[in-house]
């Protein structure tokens, strides 16, 4: 076992004499590196995470959970001023299970179990009045947390004293609710109605118009509905116009700061809106052949009346003279001679186009536009870097804007150049409020973690060619070994690259003698196989 331990220790005393100087500096550069990332691994990879148990809470929660752990000899961590709580990741789930069974987090408020816990005789009317409403507020509290982008809420409930006789109106309740929402959560309008009927329906002769739900940054949440805006149309009117002066603003805006840059411009736009709502029915009468005014004939008559013949002659009794007669007497006159009668009566009947219209108009017109627009030149402090004919250039496109956005039929004038110009500001001056923003750099990774990796690949692809090198080195001299003894000597062959400085012969004897010194027994056996041969 020694002669082994002394052979393998010569072999790597010669290979390490064997190598140049730089190459024993990257050797032993490449072992300290290897021994380095080594130890990071385990570091890194023994290493505890801990993650979140619990989050927002309050600090007597904070205080009864850290001193359970403690009592449990379980590490633990209070960051973001003391509302979370951090632990193991991988004791997080059973911790979770532990605690809610023993009752933590205890937030100190009282809910509906406490009836259950706490009942007794000697309560009376006005606690049990208080703890109830203290209770209801709980309840509703924890109801609205589970909404979504909700993470905490405040409950103020307000009931009104019954009154002692029935006949006495009852008074409705009124709740004012203020939510800790999550950070750039926007409610849609379905969201915002329903937390208003969620809690219209948890507390009793509750109307949406006594609630008030208003977050942590004083954002009030409006319910849109016909119960709390009957007959106001105000607030609809006013987002109709700030929708319209918004969309123009916002044209005219990514228009001009393509051109002159988005830190040059700054645009305003002011709109009047007629909010008139005509409906109105429309029966026309028009005739089929405009050219002719004439219609479609769809039935006609012809009549046609001839008479030829002497005159009639005087006779029978005037009116007057017969008092029996009612009816205008049966005189008729006469004339003597003879005479001709013709009549021609035609009647047709045209049919004309009948038209009947159902007009609404649109419920709003834009009536009036201003556009108000700064523009800071260039050079901030030269006003004449900026041409007159950029600037002129600049009002023709905002006057092309109100002409084509201001409703023809909502004014009484013709929009005449004079009056579009009068609509339109262009002011040219340097912007001393400019705010100035901090470009933040992005987080990246820097390329020295690469040129590290890059360089620790190599570091380990060397270190396993070396070993496999080593490896196979050893086997070569191991077979070489054996083939010696077999037999016989070996003549070494010298490498191409290296000097020779021994003859075969001396390097046969070093051979024979190194042989001699480490294995004796086979330098004998050599000796008997030679004096066999001869």
Do not use: C
């Amino acid at each position: 076992m020694t002669d082994y331990l002394q052979k393998y220790t010569n072999n790597i005393k010669e290979y390490w004499n064997s190598r140049s100087k730089k190459q024993k500096m990257i050797m032993i550069g490449s072992i300290l590196l290897f021994v380095i990332v080594i130890a990071l691994i385990s570091f890194f990879a023994t290493r505890t995470t801990i993650a979140p148990l619990y989050s927002n809470l309050t600090p007597s929660e904070t205080g009864s959970i850290k001193e359970s752990l403690d009592s449990r000899g379980i590490q633990s961590e209070i960051t973001e001023g003391g509302t979370t709580i951090k632990v193991p990741e991988e004791l997080v789930d059973s911790l979770k299970v532990d605690l809610a069974a023993e009752g933590i987090p205890k937030s100190g408020s009282i809910d509906y179990s406490f009836f259950s816990q706490n009942a007794g005789i000697g309560m009376t009317e006005n606690e049990f009045n208080v703890l109830k409403l203290d209770a209801m507020q709980t309840e509703l509290a924890d109801l609205i947390k589970g909404i979504d982008g909700v993470q905490d809420a405040k409950v103020m409930i307000n009931l009104p004293q019954q009154g002692i006789f029935v006949n006495e109106s009852t008074e409705t309740a009124s709740a004012s609710i203020v939510l800790n929402t999550q950070p750039g959560y926007k409610f849609e309008d379905n969201q915002i109605t329903a937390l208003y009927h969620l809690v219209s329906k948890s507390v009793p002769n509750l109307p949406t118009d006594n609630i008030v739900i208003t977050n942590q940054n004083f954002e009030y949440f409006d319910l849109k509905n016909n119960e709390n805006f009957s007959g106001d149309v105000f607030a609809a009117q006013h987002d109709i116009k700030k929708q319209v002066e918004r969309d123009v603003q916002r044209q005219v805006q990514s228009m001009l700061g393509t051109l002159m840059g988005q830190d040059k411009v700054v645009v305003s736009v002011t709109a009047d809106i007629d909010f008139t709502q005509e409906n109105r029915e429309e029966n026309l009468v028009a005739p089929v052949d405009e050219e002719n005014m004439e219609g479609i004939a769809i039935s006609a008559q012809k009549i046609t009346e001839t008479f030829t013949g002497d005159g009639a002659a005087v006779g029978g009794v005037p009116a007057a003279e017969d008092p029996a007669d009612t009816l205008g007497g049966t005189y008729q006159g006469g004339a003597n001679g003879n005479g001709d009668y013709e009549r021609i009566e035609e009647t047709i009947n045209n049919e004309v186009n009948k038209i009947r219209k159902e007009i609404i108009e649109s419920p709003y017109k834009v009536r009036d536009l201003g556009i108000q627009v700064m523009v800071e030149p260039p050079d901030a402090n030269d006003p004449n870097s900026l041409p007159q004919e950029r600037v002129d250039d600049i009002t023709k496109m905002l006057g092309t804007i109100v002409r084509t956005t201001i409703n023809k039929d909502a004014i009484d004038e013709d929009l005449t150049e004079e009056t579009i110009q009068e609509k339109i500001v262009v002011s040219v001056q340097p912007f001393n409020g400019k705010i100035q923003f901090n470009d933040e750099p992005k987080q990246i990774i820097p390329w020295w973690v690469y040129a590290v990796g890059g360089l620790l690949l190599l570091i380990i692809i060397l270190l396993v060619f070396l070993f496999m090198r080593m490896r196979r080195s050893k086997a070569e001299e191991a077979e070489a070994e054996v083939n010696g003894m077999n037999e016989g000597p070996q003549v070494h062959i010298p490498d191409v690259n290296e000097e020779q400085k021994d003859t075969e012969s001396s390097l046969r004897r070093k051979q024979l003698e190194k042989m001699a010194k480490e294995k004796p027994e086979d330098f004998a056996k050599l000796l008997r196989t030679w004096i066999a041969d001869d």
